[in-house]
């Protein structure tokens, strides 16, 4: 799209919508005043302005130096109440749902695109069946079988009493105490599926705008948040009736799909691009229109994932409670093949075919299908969503009654066969991950990106990250748990234990922990040389950019600061091998535990008992500082948890976490926290498209860091006819420099410049010392210019001056909008859009006693 030629007048609104970055901003930070009035929006998201901007429209005389400025304050969404800390210990869910967008680019490779996504799901299914098990392995195995099955451990702790063996009651058979004991992790799945479903709810339920979703008596805050006037509905629903022709099908088609029980055709995989060619037939209200190519984020269900959250979360729900049944039917069943009851071995039998068919129905569910973007898909899978958790559960209800059958003979020896079960969990996940490099591969070749992270490897590294997390919590919770039952001895050690203890397979995992950080130590000292020595080469640079102020006297110690800052913001671009070296080597060593476990069956302290003295003393060392340390990790999270649940300044430092983390949809792991994009990008679009068609004025939207990230994708969700009347302005931004190399098939080259054609002007600040945003890499085309801006002076000065007395400070990634060139550049935007077309406006906010938040 060819910019207009630019307007040297500035009557008319204009409004300048200003989007904060991590951490979070208050309305009054981000307007520059202790007074504001809640426009829009409720306590979790919501549109702010000065007390005195409020009817801003309807005194444009007022504004004609500068755009009204509004805020759209998210952070709550991340970082609200005491009891989002607890989120981080749904790290290694989250971390599996980023590597689902970190795919390559699809370049005509429907079905190797199609096997990442499943591929990526079922290494999301098996972090949720390795958290049950340990929850198994917690309850079943160390408290209820091997702890109350030993009347040394069971002497000290009288809450174990009614279950110890040596009383001889009526739960102290051993397959009562599995049926009593596997409520823990039965309740643990129950906690999970109601979390999801009531995050969906809170976060992630706001429909994008199509034309055909706006309700009556206006948009509220329930709609996401764009005013509550008739005249705002009415102007909602003449702007976004022109994006009804990319939507493919509006709310009313699908419940006629739904309504007729007719399965709908395979959609396509999860933000699978359009590539050339590849063209959506639109449908607008005056029929059927011309056809349009739309980018990923630009597709009316992108941000819209209702169907395929709930059926993976029936799927997991239901693979949690088929975990919790083969625990404690297995255990049950192998001791009736041994005994002379054929009843009972027939039922075994029975039961274990059963639960094997519902672990197929949960596979089928994970692999039927992906999401779909191309329309706002409101249906459901009824059959997936009631009846497989439903199902799962009346299985494992029948699994405890078999339990419960009396065994008199039966004693509580060893361990259960857990051991078994986290080595094959261990093994498949890393052929997954080897799996899900190939077909990586296999899309990068076809469409190469030189700036792709690990070269297309990105997503399966952070994967095998998200398993070594979940392997870091799991183990740490079975190792501190039996070092607390078995009080002085080592778990698996022999001697003065109580217990035998935890499955073998994780004191190995534990055991190469020491091995990893030694392997680490080795990069963090040549980031460190290396950043030394840029530092020093930066010197001269820098001293000649400042020159004319420092009037060839420069100071050593200013520069050297200057030079430091920009050295270590460039620590950001060694990030992809650095996870590459982690990624490598964790799978490596985990291999190497699998074997060292199958092979020995022993702990790592007996297993090399009979070696070398030195190599003797090095296993044993390894394992109680690697138990040590997959305690300490684990007690951390909860730790970090519990600080942040009572001090706002740390549950703000953690909701940074969740800022990067969960802008993503949650197409790979329905238990992964919450999408707050799937509420901003539609309150931001919903918003431009009232405001604009109701004033007819202009717009720019001012992202900074991940505020710019929703900036760019809430415009991508505009109609055409919007984006002719709204610019965008970027700082500090990560769109290139993290998201491009990190989500290639999003914010890749092609798709940054293809936002630049869509949107009518963009500018992009950025500075040398900013550790997180950069230039976004897009050159000039045609009428369109250069998107970035020559990198901005940090500091502003060198030393003193007339106007700046004081030392300037290094801003780094803050205060982008207290350099000079920003207000420039808005200006500049603000003119190279068309001219407004007058309307009559009407009041911005509604009743003050309804609406206002002063402050």
């Not at 030394?532 to 100071?555: N, T």
């Not at 983390?661 to 931001?684: M, Q, S």
């Not at 410049?753 to 997180?772: A, F, K, Q």
Request: one cysteine or more.
């Amino acid at each position: 799209m060819t910019p207009a030629s630019p307007v040297p007048q500035r009557g008319g609104p204009a409004l300048e919508l200003l989007v904060h970055g991590v951490g979070g901003a208050t309305p009054q930070d981000m307007l520059g005043d202790p007074r504001t009035v809640r426009i829009t929006g409720d306590e979790k998201a919501a549109v702010y302005r000065r007390t005195d901007d409020a009817e801003a429209e309807r005194h444009p005389e007022r504004y004609e130096d500068g755009p009204i400025p509004e805020a759209y304050c998210w952070s709550n969404l991340t970082s609200g109440n005491g009891a989002r800390a607890l989120w981080l210990l749904l790290l290694p869910f989250m971390v599996a749902n980023l590597a689902h967008w970190m795919r390559p680019r699809a370049k005509g490779r429907r079905r190797t695109t199609r096997l990442y996504g499943v591929l990526v799901r079922l290494v999301a299914l098996s972090l949720t069946v390795l958290l049950t098990a340990a929850a198994c392995e917690v309850a079943l195995d160390l408290v209820a079988w091997q702890c109350a099955g030993s009347p040394a451990c069971t002497e000290n702790r009288s809450w174990l009493g009614f279950m110890s063996s040596a009383q001889g009651g009526w739960w102290s058979q051993p397959g009562r105490r599995l049926a009593l004991a596997a409520a823990v992790p039965a309740a643990l799945v129950g906690l999970l599926w109601y979390l999801s479903n009531r995050t969906w709810s809170a976060y992630e339920s706001q429909r994008p705008p199509t034309g055909h979703d706006v309700p009556e008596g206006g948009l509220g805050p329930s709609g996401g948040g764009s005013g509550g006037t008739a005249s705002d509905a009415e102007a909602a629903g003449g702007c976004l009736d022109q994006a009804s022709g990319a939507a493919s099908g509006d709310a009313s088609e699908s419940e006629e799909d739904d309504a007729s029980g007719e399965e709908p055709e395979e959609p396509e995989e999860a933000g699978e691009p359009e590539e050339a060619g590849e063209r959506e037939e639109s449908e607008g209200p005056a029929g059927p229109a011309a056809p349009t190519v739309r980018p990923a984020l630009g597709r009316p269900g992108f941000w819209y994932g209702r169907r395929i959250v709930a059926r993976l979360r029936a799927a997991h729900t239901a693979a949690g409670f088929l975990t919790v049944a083969a625990a404690v039917t297995g255990a049950a069943a192998r001791y009736d093949r041994g005994a002379d009851s054929a009843l009972r071995s027939a039922l075994g039998v029975l039961l274990e075919a059963a639960l094997a068919l519902g672990a197929l129905a949960v596979l089928w569910v994970v692999f039927r299908r992906g999401r779909s973007e191309k329309r706002v898909d409101a249906r459901m899978d009824r059959a997936a969503v009631r009846f497989l958790p439903a199902v799962a559960l009346a299985l494992l209800a029948l699994s405890l009654l078999y339990a419960g059958w009396s065994r008199p003979d039966w004693d509580s020896a060893a361990t259960l066969p857990g051991d078994v079960a986290f080595r094959v969990i261990a093994l498949a996940q890393g052929a997954l991950v080897v799996a899900l490099a190939v077909a990586a591969l296999a899309l990068h070749r076809r469409a190469r990106h030189a700036r792709s992270a690990m070269r297309g490897l990105g997503g399966p590294a952070v994967a095998m990250l998200a398993c070594a997390l979940g392997g870091v919590m799991t183990g740490g919770v079975a190792q501190r748990v039996a070092d607390w039952l078995d009080g002085p001895g080592t778990p698996g050690m022999g001697g003065e234990a109580a217990i035998p203890g935890p499955p073998v397979l994780l004191s190995w995992q534990a055991s190469v922990i020491p091995v990893l950080l030694v392997v680490l130590f080795v990069p963090a000292v040549v980031l460190a040389v290396r950043t030394l020595r840029a530092a020093r080469r930066l010197a001269r640079p820098i001293e000649e950019a400042y020159d004319e102020e420092c009037g060839g006297r420069p100071d050593a110690v200013r520069t050297q600061r200057i030079a430091s800052a920009q050295a270590r913001a460039a620590l950001t671009d060694a990030a992809p091998w650095i996870v590459g070296i982690v990624a490598g080597a964790t799978l490596l060593l985990g291999v190497g535990a699998v074997i060292g476990a199958w092979a020995s069956g022993e702990v790592p302290g007996r297993a090399f008992g009979d070696s070398h003295p030195f190599v003797e003393s090095a296993a044993e060392s390894a394992q109680s500082l690697g138990s040590w340390l997959i305690g300490f990790g684990f007690i951390l999270f909860v730790t970090m948890g519990r600080r942040a649940y009572r001090d706002a300044s740390a549950r703000r430092t953690i909701g940074i976490l969740w800022d990067v983390g969960t802008f993503w949809p949650r197409a790979a792991h329905p238990f992964a926290p919450p999408c707050y994009a799937e509420r901003a990008v539609p309150d931001l679009t919903w918003r431009m498209c009232t405001w604009t068609d109701r004033t007819g004025g202009r717009l720019v939207i001012s992202g900074h860091s991940q505020g710019s990230v929703l900036a760019a994708a809430a415009v991508w969700q505009l109609p055409a006819a919007t984006r002719r009347r709204v610019a965008l302005l970027t700082y500090g931004s990560p769109l290139e420099r993290l998201y491009g190399r990190w989500f290639p098939a999003y914010f890749g080259p092609i798709a940054l410049s293809e936002l630049r054609s869509e949107v009518h002007c963009w500018r992009n600040l950025w500075r040398r010392t900013d550790p997180i945003g950069g230039p976004v890499l897009v050159p000039a085309e045609g009428d369109h210019p250069e998107v970035d801006r020559e990198a901005l002076k940090d500091p502003v000065v060198y030393g003193r001056s007339e106007r700046y007395p004081l030392p300037e400070p290094i801003l780094g990634h803050s205060d982008y909008q207290a350099d000079p060139g920003f207000a420039a550049e808005r200006g500049k935007l603000l003119d190279r859009l068309s001219p407004t077309v007058p309307r009559q406006t009407q009041p911005e906010h509604r009743d003050a006693s309804e609406n206002r938040d002063a402050s």
